[in-house]
């Protein structure tokens, strides 16, 4: 199928090809997913759990950063095929960077979580489920986690601030979000100390990729290098401005 002119993805071999060419991905392993996994005695195997492909054309000389992740279906011990999970670090003085997600094949639930006093006392917790064409931002100040529950791959696509780095550690030491999606449903995560209600939210529907958007305008995306913009669009109804 084709994500973007140029740009297409193959299942068979769960790959990229740009204009012809099969791209190399960042391959993910099981192990590397150890320490945030619901039950971790229940991993068996290992090799490639998801596969990232890196700063894609066609805004690779932007100031933003265009990946593609796909996530195949697997399960351990219950719990559904996830990212590892991470937080984006902030420029000074503000909450953290944002990012967009688009989903352009499976269907995804984005697992949302805003810490307040120490990343063990979440604040907010967001749910949103979407499926092709959907947009979810995550807004600034939230870590994120992305489950695949679809019966197939999961194909998805993000835009973000091409100098944020991602921080896993908190994921780490918390094993993964506060809550973890399983066949059972959503169970709460005992690491965490304060846990709150979760917070369902919908996507954005959009039938056209919204990196085409940004290549015609990038200006109306200067809100991911700003977070103080982002925090006043209101996304997923998150203004930043509850206290800490
Ligand atoms: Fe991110």
């Not at 190399?24 to 492909?53: C, H, Q, T, W």
């Not at 870590?143 to 100098?163: A, K, Q």
Request: hydrophobic share 35%.
């Amino acid at each position: 199928m084709q994500l973007i002119p140029g740009l297409d993805y193959f299942e068979e071999h769960k790959s990229l090809f740009l204009n012809g060419n099969m791209l190399k991905p960042r391959i993910r392993r099981f192990s590397e997913l150890l320490k945030v996994l619901r039950y971790p005695d229940k991993l068996n195997k290992d090799g490639a759990a998801y596969y990232m492909f890196r700063d894609l054309p066609p805004i690779r000389d932007s100031w933003a950063r265009f990946d593609v992740t796909v996530i195949p279906r697997w399960e351990i011990g219950g719990e559904l095929a996830k990212t590892k999970g991470h937080y984006h670090n902030s420029p000074k003085g503000e909450p953290s960077y944002p990012e967009i997600y688009q989903v352009h094949k499976g269907r995804a639930l984005y697992l949302l979580q805003k810490p307040g006093k120490g990343y063990s006392n979440i604040i907010d917790f967001v749910a949103v489920q979407a499926e092709s064409g959907d947009i979810v931002v995550i807004p600034p100040g939230y870590g994120h986690v992305t489950v695949n529950i679809g019966e197939d791959s999961l194909v998805m696509s993000n835009i973000i601030y091409r100098e944020v780095r991602s921080n896993y550690k908190p994921f780490e030491e918390l094993r993964g979000a506060a809550y973890h999606y399983t066949f059972s449903g959503f169970l709460r995560n005992e690491e965490y100390l304060q846990v709150p209600r979760i917070r369902f939210e919908k996507p954005w529907r959009r039938s056209k990729p919204i990196v085409l958007e940004f290549v015609r305008d990038d200006s109306s995306f200067s809100w991911l290098k700003y977070p103080r913009e982002a925090c006043k669009m209101g996304f997923l109804g998150v203004t930043c401005d509850e206290e800490k």
